[in-house]
Every structure is written in C-alpha cells, then in structure tokens.
C-alpha cells in the first residue's frame, strides 16, 4: 500500500520561501510509471496542480507557469522523499498543499495522496 | 488550460436517492477525466478515472459517463458517507485542472 506523509511549516512569512516534504512508502521515486506532483488547495483558487517530478532514465520536472519562476520540486533518492519550494510568497499562497503520486502506467490520475499541510502565509 | 465547470454547485439529496453531477471541459479531453471525492479535513480520493472505471475498493453505486466535453458522476443511492464534495479533473493535456466542485449534501 503506498503512503504519502507530508511535513514542514505551517506559517511561512511573506517573502520567504515555502519548503515541504513528502515522505514515500510503498513505492519508489525511480518508479518507471509514476511521477511526484503537489497541488494545492484554496477557497480562492479551488485545486491547483503545481508541479511534478519522475523519473525515466533521467530525472523530469514540470511545473505549472503561473509558479514557473518560484518552484523547485527536488527528489531526494536516499531517502525516498520529494520536497516543494516555493519561493517569495504571498499571502495569495495560503493554502492546503498536497503531495500526490500520478499513476502513468494504469489510471493517469492521482491515485494517492498526501495527508495536506495547511500553510499559512503571515507576518 | 482546459477550464472544468461542475454543475450544480450544491446537491440536495435524500438517502437512499440517486445523485447526478455534471462536468463539462472547455475543450475536448476524450476519456481522460477522473472524478474524487474529498471529505471535511480529509484528501481528495480518486474514485473514476478514464471517464467510467471505478478506482480499487470504489463500490458499484459509483459510476462515470461521457466522452469529449460532457460527463457525468451517478450515485446510484446515496449513503450516509457518500455525503462530500465531488471534484472532476482533465489529464488530456498539461497542467492538469480541477473543476470547482460540487458539494453533495443531505436534503
């Protein structure tokens, strides 16, 4: 059974940079068929998917262009984890943020998910 | 970006009655739509994905329909935890979008 546990702040000043964490059991970030995405979550902007990492042959990234110029999603292969940041934010990127696995090789769709970290963007 | 728009917003609905909820895209994505329903609190949880196939451990009184711009999620008789929001998603084409939700309450 594949699990997805998040961690990381839940106030982010404005300005500075958001940094979570998404821990993967179950499966593995050098799956051929999956890729590693965030999406966040707001009253304002509903789902949002932000950006994705995977893994074929060589490592990818796609990222949404409204946060083009302020993310990074990094896998860390020691530990089996991907992380999110995002730079420079504004109370506009308060939100639920989720990490979540694509399946590529079977529904397309987010199957699993993170259990969501409420990020609060205040001084 | 390939706008989503559910329909209607909010459901009421009785035990034990059907619910119908709309999605419709603003471009053709053929059958890549899958539909999830997130509780208070919880993660959206995938339950349809290709338009019409149920997710692993989804019971049988969920169902999805259409192709191209048109679809639909059916409960066929609604229990007491089927009671959430239900979200529509495109993965025809980059980045993939969420309608807004339709909320399914108890009438």
Not at chain 1, 58 to 87: C, E, G, M
Not at chain 2, 73 to 94: G, H, K, N, P, R
Request: contains cysteine.
């Amino acid at each position: 059974q594949v699990q997805l546990q998040q961690s990381g702040p839940g106030l982010v000043k404005p300005s500075q940079t958001l940094s979570l964490t998404c821990a993967i059991s179950g499966d593995s970030l050098f799956s051929n068929s999956a890729a590693w995405n965030w999406i966040r979550q707001s009253p304002s902007r509903g789902l949002e998917w932000l950006g994705r990492t995977y893994y074929r042959s060589k490592w990818y990234n796609d990222y949404a262009v409204s946060a083009r110029s302020r993310i990074t999603i990094n896998p860390d292969t020691s530990k089996n984890h991907f992380s999110l940041q995002l730079n420079s934010v504004t109370p506009e990127d308060t939100a639920v943020y989720y990490c979540a696995r694509e399946d590529g090789g079977y529904s397309n769709s987010f199957d699993y998910w993170g259990q969501g970290t409420l990020v609060t963007v205040s001084s | 970006d390939i706008v989503m728009t559910q329909s209607p917003a909010t459901l009421s609905v009785s035990p034990g009655e059907r619910a119908t909820l709309s999605c419709r895209a603003s471009h053709s994505v053929s059958i890549n739509l899958a539909w999830y329903q997130q509780k208070p609190g919880q993660a959206p949880r995938l339950l349809i994905y290709g338009a019409s196939t149920r997710a692993t451990g989804i019971p049988a009184s969920f169902s999805g329909s259409g192709s191209g711009t048109d679809f639909t999620l059916t409960i066929s008789s609604l229990q007491s935890e089927d009671f959430a929001v239900y979200y529509c998603q495109q993965y025809s084409s980059w980045p993939r979008t969420f309608g807004r939700g339709t909320k399914v309450e108890i009438k």
